[in-house]
């Protein structure tokens, strides 16, 4: 079955500092990759996607990520944290013919000034 | 445009009611479905359709109901409530199926539930 794993729960960086948050999925298909965060008490907003073509794609909020077939991850990227960042972030997996997307447990963020 | 509209935002039900989470998109989306979040388990999927008339069971469908009967609206039917349905609810909606095309799910702001 496939999955999806951010394997960081909880993470906290200083305000201008660079993020990584990590994602990995496991299947054996090309995937459709997303990554969403959601701020407390709201629903979830698209950060970015990949579907095809070029392996390093933009979303918005300055945020990037790049996928990467060989270690099955679709890590997202920002190079210097806002406190506005501050939310939880999902990376979610779907693939043709399937009808859901797949969501990882999420990772928290915390921002200090 | 709306986008997708969930009510009510907070209930509060004692275990055996019953009740009816409302989910409306204005964006003439196929796809509609229903996600609970619970801590540390992500999103998992309850329900879902893919046009009217025409639904489909998730990853945690037991103890829920849904119907798909205009494009708009997607209601989740809890039947008899139970502690472990306590959640936060998300319906999302999406131009077609996965697989034809690159739009990206729309969700509404959820539903937090709780059973006692």
């Known amino acids: 079955a496939q999955s999806v794993t951010q394997p960081d729960i909880h993470i906290t960086v200083s305000e201008g500092a660079s993020l990584e948050l990590r994602c990995n999925y496991s299947?054996?298909?090309?995937?459709?990759l997303f990554w969403y965060v959601q701020s407390p008490g709201q629903g979830l907003q698209l950060l970015l996607k990949?579907?095809?073509?070029?392996?390093l794609v933009q979303g918005i909020k300055g945020f990037e990520a790049e996928f990467k077939r060989s270690q099955s991850s679709f890590n997202l990227r920002k190079p210097s944290v806002h406190w506005s960042d501050a939310a939880e972030y999902f990376c979610?997996?779907?693939?043709?013919?399937?009808?859901?997307?797949?969501f990882g447990s999420g990772t928290r963020l915390q921002v200090q000034p | 445009n709306a986008g997708v509209t969930q009510t009510p935002k907070f209930q509060v039900l004692k275990t055996g009611q019953s009740m009816t989470l409302q989910c409306a998109q204005d964006m003439n989306h196929e796809y509609m479905s229903w996600y609970r979040q619970d801590p540390g388990m992500g999103l998992r999927l309850i329900h879902y359709?893919?046009?009217?008339?025409?639904?489909d069971q998730g990853e945690v469908p037991n103890g829920y109901n849904v119907s798909r009967s205009t494009t708009e609206d997607f209601p989740l039917r809890l039947l008899s409530a139970a502690p472990s349905q306590t959640s936060v609810y998300f319906c999302?909606?999406?131009?077609?199926?996965?697989?034809?095309?690159?739009?990206?799910?729309?969700f509404g702001n959820g539903t937090r539930l709780t059973v006692t």
């Open positions: 979610a997996v779907g693939y043709t013919g399937r009808r859901a997307l797949t």
């Open positions: 999302a909606s999406r131009l077609t199926g996965f697989g034809t095309d690159n739009s990206p799910l729309h």
């Open positions: 359709s893919v046009g009217a008339g025409i639904t």
């Open positions: 299947y054996g298909a090309t995937p459709y």
């Open positions: 990949y579907f095809s073509g070029d392996t």
